[in-house]
């Protein structure tokens, strides 16, 4: 193999495929990263068995070939670089770099080990703004909860229909639903829905969330894949991010979405914000804060204490409708529902004190948020 490849491009590669190298002790191949020449394309490509990135630049192709380095040295020697041409040859197990006065030479092993990252040709295809997507996916990516136990909560739910991409997220205290709206309708044999990893939905939104791009989503009963094309050859891809699914059937969470409320309440969030902040620091150990809401008088107390520092008893206006009620969070959950709505009011729904409140964007009904309130001992 040898090659001449810009130093910035080479940068902007490693960057994104590395984000799938894992540091293995048991498979210590995983600690490495594929280079590959085809035609006048330089191929990189990691991958934790979980999830596989490729990603593919045009190059000055001189001789084809393939080797695999290790991820961490052969990164962290490239960002060294000035942004000039660099010139990479394989001699047998050998990779040699040189740009300008800077050269070396790193030792490589042979791609016969590399893990195959799956390729898919058929599938159902959905086209999205890339941006849209990851901002939706922002929303949800943090409800989700690592369990053994059950594994279908520790991963993202993906509802594809023909003109609309449901996400879901719980950890069975709260739930978090974003509905994203294709500007191309897509035309689905059937209704898709997978069970996506956290950790692959990171980097979705890690690696396709910066630009307004169009992003190709390839959809199979096992895997999906993720498709980002060269700008300036739109034929060929510029970046295939590949994921597994985790299997099993998702809980069927519209059960626990009330259909009526007894009290609703419309408020400023930047200030319900700040009141939860503020009675954090005075939650206890189990991080409780009462609400007491008053429809009468229009307000709505907050209430937090700690046997170690004190308590924390305040209050602050709202429009308020039905039911007087006092519910307990944890305040944690609430933060996290409020900071994932980008309005600057919201909705706030509560059934009863002992049922979930429903958190909503004042004019959009795209995004809900639910949470299960701490029940009086």
Request: hydrophobic residues 40%.
């Amino acid at each position: 193999m040898k090659l001449l490849v810009l130093q910035e491009k080479l940068k902007e590669g490693l960057k994104i495929v590395s984000r799938a190298s894992f540091k293995s002790l048991s498979l210590p191949i995983l600690n490495n990263i594929l280079l590959r020449t085809e035609k006048n394309f330089l191929e990189l490509a990691a991958t934790d068995l979980e999830v596989g990135i490729k990603w593919w630049s045009l190059a000055k192709i001189e001789k084809e070939g393939e080797i695999i380095v290790p991820t961490q040295v052969f990164s962290n020697f490239i960002s060294f670089l000035p942004n000039k041409k660099v010139k990479l040859e394989v001699d047998k197990l050998t990779l040699n770099i040189e740009c300008e006065n800077y050269k070396t030479s790193l030792k490589g092993y042979s791609t016969e080990e590399f893990p195959i990252i799956p390729q898919i040709s058929e599938a159902e295809i959905v086209i999205i703004d890339s941006e849209i997507f990851c901002q939706g996916l922002n929303q949800v990516v943090n409800i989700t909860s690592p369990s053994t136990t059950r594994p279908e909560i520790s991963g993202v739910y993906l509802i594809f229909k023909e003109n609309s991409i449901k996400m879901v997220a719980t950890d069975s205290f709260r739930l978090g639903e974003k509905t994203v709206i294709l500007e191309k309708n897509t035309k689905l044999r059937q209704q898709y829905s997978l069970i996506l990893p956290q950790k692959a939905v990171k980097e979705i939104i890690n690696i396709f969330g910066e630009k307004k791009e169009e992003l190709k989503i390839y959809l199979t009963p096992n895997q999906i894949l993720f498709e980002k094309v060269i700008p300036e050859l739109p034929s060929h891809p510029q970046i295939h991010l590949v994921s597994r699914l985790i299997e099993g059937e998702y809980p069927n969470y519209q059960e626990i979405i009330p259909e009526k409320y007894k009290t609703q309440i419309i408020l400023k969030k930047e200030e319900f914000l700040n009141q939860i902040k503020t009675a954090s620091i005075f939650s206890g150990k189990i991080n409780e804060i009462k609400l007491k809401i008053d429809p009468k008088a229009q307000k709505i107390t907050v209430f937090s204490q700690s046997p170690d520092l004190g308590e924390y008893n305040s209050f602050f206006s709202a429009k308020i409708k039905g039911k007087a009620m006092e519910v307990a969070f944890n305040h944690r959950f609430l933060l996290d529902g409020l900071l994932n709505i980008k309005s600057s009011q919201i909705t706030f729904e509560l059934s009863s004190e002992d049922g979930p409140g429903v958190l909503k964007p004042v004019g959009d009904k795209s995004y809900l948020y639910i949470v299960m309130p701490i029940k009086a001992s």
